[in-house]
């Protein structure tokens, strides 16, 4: 008699690919996480293509030990099977929702997990334990502190909140003059030696305690210069243009050291004259699109071995190819109201752009932000090398153009805001 296909609780905070691939095909056993204070962050569009699954609303300010009763209450009393797997793709949602799924008696990491995979300085402190090699940091709360660090470990320095992600209220700090404008005691922060050398991100699933393979991702722009303009991007490397590094052996010594059973893990790391630090690692879905890129890169479906490892089942990781292919976030430059924006079908025209996406439309109001993954779409781009894909981006920018409507304030007159193009 076969076992029944297990039922995955799946935590849903923000729309994304991999929650729409899950909602397509796994529409009998999934079950949705919500939670209330961050209604707003779901869009109508994304609330209507998931109607048809059910969905558990995680009230705003009730204690979770009461909301993880009233959950097994709910499940009892609605659903024909329940879940017996978990997945928390987010990454700002990694305390509570571990939390929950433990009260309701779900797989989850434990509390000092979360810690290593969320405090960075934590994450840090362990990596140093498990013999790898970071960036000199500290934890600080004054500009006094962070001063004496640079006395001597020298500028440039980051400035990060110890639970940030996206890059959002990361800086680069050049000297004290830098420090003008952050409030110190708004967030717990943290700070690092400014590495050179190149910087690489990968990616892994795990499933029963083993990381399974690993995907390297080239960053034709550095996190930190795209939340200030530069191109963001990021190219999956499925040819022999890899860095020289055993990258699967790199992500099970983390693996093991943190005790993770299973999961999608993603990390930044840097090569700094031959040597290798390591950055940070989330134990959660990659950002912007990249793990498309890797399904894109060698020919499989990442979503599908992603939500396997969750359901505990190895997945299929056979490659039907190996190419470059990464994902160009499209500018969002501004907030307005949108007046015009080159549309897919154009973008589609570049040699390589396998799949155009908008985010936004004509008439729509968006509002931009100093993060990562802001955007106002994304194009997905294959190529034979690192060097062609980016090439073929930089065409992308080229050829695209948002132009946003502002009222200015204390008055009704919409003004048109210049053209602006792809480079930023």
């Known amino acids: 008699m076969s076992t029944p296909d297990p039922v995955l609780l ?16 796994l529409p009998e056993h999934l079950v949705l996480l919500r939670f209330e204070e961050l209604r707003d962050d779901l869009s109508e569009d994304h609330l209507r293509r998931t109607a048809h699954l059910p969905a558990f609303w995680v009230r705003a300010g009730v204690p979770l030990e009461q909301e993880a009763a009233r959950y097994r209450d709910w499940v009892a009393g609605q659903l024909p099977v329940a879940p017996t797997r978990f997945c928390n ?10 939390r929950f799924a433990a009260l309701a008696g779900l797989p989850h990491l434990s509390g000092q997990q979360v810690a290593w995979v969320r405090d960075k300085a934590e994450m840090k402190r362990r990596f140093r334990e498990l013999g790898l090699r970071t960036a000199e940091f500290t934890r600080v709360r004054t500009a ?10 020298g500028w440039p320095l980051v400035l990060k909140p110890v639970d940030s992600f996206a890059c959002v209220d990361t800086h680069r700090l050049d000297g004290p003059q830098s420090l003008d404008g952050i409030d110190l005691t708004a967030r717990d922060w943290m700070v690092e030696q400014f590495l050179g050398g190149t910087e690489w991100e990968v990616c892994a699933v795990i499933h029963r305690g083993d990381v399974l393979d690993a995907w390297p991702s080239a960053m034709p722009c550095r996190p ?40 999608y893990a993603h990390m930044e790391f840097f090569l700094t004259d031959g040597r290798l630090y390591a950055g940070e690692i989330g134990l959660r879905l990659a950002g912007c699109e990249i793990p498309a890129n890797h399904g894109h890169a060698y020919g499989f479906d990442v979503f599908g071995a992603t939500l396997d490892v969750y359901r505990g089942t190895r997945p299929d990781l056979r490659y039907r190819q190996r190419r470059c292919a990464g994902d160009l976030l499209l500018p969002l430059p501004g907030s307005g109201t949108v007046h015009r924006i080159t549309p897919t079908e154009e973008l589609l025209r570049v040699p390589g752009v396998v799949q155009a996406v908008l985010k936004v439309g004509v008439g729509d109001t968006v509002s931009a932000r100093r993060a990562s993954h802001n955007a106002s779409g994304y194009v997905h781009v294959v190529g034979a090398s690192i060097e062609e894909v980016e090439r073929r981006m930089r065409e992308v920018l080229g ?16 003004t048109d805001s210049p053209a602006l193009e792809g480079t930023r």
């Open 399 to 414: 050829k695209f153009t948002i132009e946003l409507t502002s009222v200015p304030i204390g008055g009704s007159t919409p």
């Open 144 to 153: 006094a502190e962070i001063e004496w660090f640079a006395a001597t470990h």
């Open 89 to 98: 793709p987010s990454e700002p949602r990694q305390a509570p929702a571990h």
């Open 224 to 263: 930190l210069d795209i939340v200030d303009g530069a191109m963001n991007a990021n190219i999956s490397v499925g040819t022999d243009e890899a860095p020289p590094v055993d990258l699967r052996a790199l992500l099970q010594r983390i693996v093991t050291g943190m005790g993770i059973d299973h999961g």
């Open 10 to 25: 799946l935590v849903d905070d923000r729309p994304s690919s991999f929650t729409r691939h899950a909602a397509a095909t």
